[in-house]
């Protein structure tokens, strides 16, 4: 049976792979792996989604990679935003080792905190953001819940930003969003992909 990148204890036999990417205006190097998600390269998606966000604009407080992989996102803002403290969750275990390596390669491991956590089960805190690109591939449910349950999960003004093509269902993602915090907006449309913002306002 194949693993998919959302499995929490993939068997599939390791193929590590090294690469190097410019994200944030800063150098990278990452170590990927058989089992994890976009393990050639940092997807189109998150990238778009992290030249998008806003950083200014967020409280004070931690921010959330939600469904992190690899780390490209919790590690490039670590990078960009030497000052914030970041937690990393993802549900494959194999995707949060590497994390904890590519933070120690990268020189960001002390601002970033690694959980295995299915969605926020594990996720302590709340945070001034959180950043989901979400595994569409794990079913709507999935999806849904990383978007539904943000909310409990955010400070006051913190923000929630997703990324979903819209083939994928971003359209039915944003009313969600829209019915979660009451607002919705998106952000940003680049290549079939949509970055969609909410604000915690209660």
Excluded at 22 to 42: I, Y
Excluded at 85 to 112: M, S, T, W, Y
Aim: charged letters at 25%; zero cysteines.
């Amino acid at each position: 049976m194949t693993d998919h990148y959302y499995t929490a204890e993939p068997t599939t036999a390791h193929d590590e792979h090294t690469f190097e990417f410019n994200l944030l205006a800063h150098d990278l190097r990452f170590t990927t792996d058989a089992g994890v998600f976009s393990k050639s390269t940092v997807d189109y998606g998150t990238r778009t989604m992290l030249e998008t966000f806003d950083s200014e604009n967020i409280p004070e407080g931690k921010i959330l990679d939600l469904g992190a992989g690899y780390g490209p996102v919790a590690i490039s803002l670590a990078k960009a935003l030497p000052n914030r403290q970041f937690v990393a969750a993802e549900i494959n275990h194999r995707a949060a080792e590497l994390i904890k390596r590519n933070a120690q390669a990268n020189h960001v491991a002390d601002q970033i905190e690694v959980v295995q956590s299915d969605r926020y089960e594990n996720v302590p805190d709340r945070f001034a953001a959180i950043l989901v690109n979400p595994p569409v591939r794990a079913g709507k449910d999935i999806v849904q819940t990383m978007i539904s349950q943000a909310k409990e999960h955010l400070l006051p003004e913190g923000t929630l930003t997703v990324v979903l093509q819209k083939k994928q269902g971003a359209p039915s993602a944003k009313k969600l969003m829209e019915e979660t915090f009451g607002n919705a907006q998106t952000i940003a449309k680049d290549k079939g992909y949509y970055i969609m913002e909410s604000v915690n306002v209660d």
